[in-house]
């Protein structure tokens, strides 16, 4: 399934964890939760980069020991759907080129659950918006893998 943020999507961008001491987050009413990695792994630059600037990803590959990689398809949290609340971290070593007119990012370690408020200005009446996580799921002291596009 292709992947691609359009003008009416919202894109938080910087780097990413996944904190186990954080719990979880409801995702908002309008709104679903498209993640690019499984906790523990991470995203390439090129794939974030692809999405931030509203490029059409053709699909993911997740590196495995044993098959080199697999596809893997993004996943996505329905609004009203528990999902884990990511930190977004400032995007320090990032070379950040949005293609998108909404693309959010943090100053400080931001959880996804204190940043629902700013993607809510984007929504819309009626139509669901999709919320990109276009940043790592890496866990602290994981091999984090590094999921890219295919």
Not at 28 to 34: K, R, S, Y
Not at 76 to 93: H, I, R, S
Not at 135 to 140: D, F
Request: with cysteine; proline share 9%.
């Amino acid at each position: 399934m292709p992947i691609q943020a359009t003008k009416d999507d919202v894109v938080l961008s910087g780097h990413g964890a996944v904190d186990v001491g954080t719990g979880e987050t409801a995702v908002p009413g309008g709104f679903e939760l498209v993640v690019l990695a499984p906790p523990g792994a991470s995203i390439s630059d090129r794939l974030g980069g692809m999405i931030e600037r509203g490029e059409k990803v053709n699909k993911l590959k997740l590196p495995t020991k044993a098959s080199g990689s697999i596809d893997f398809e993004p996943i996505v949290y329905a609004a009203g759907k528990m999902a884990p609340n990511y930190v977004l971290y400032p995007p320090t070593g990032l070379v950040l080129k949005p293609g998108v007119p909404h693309m959010l990012g943090v100053a400080k370690a931001t959880p996804l659950s204190e940043l629902w408020v700013r993607v809510k200005t984007f929504s819309r009446t009626g139509q669901v918006t999709r919320c990109f996580w276009c940043a790592c799921a890496a866990i602290a002291g994981a091999t984090n893998p590094t999921v890219d596009a295919g």
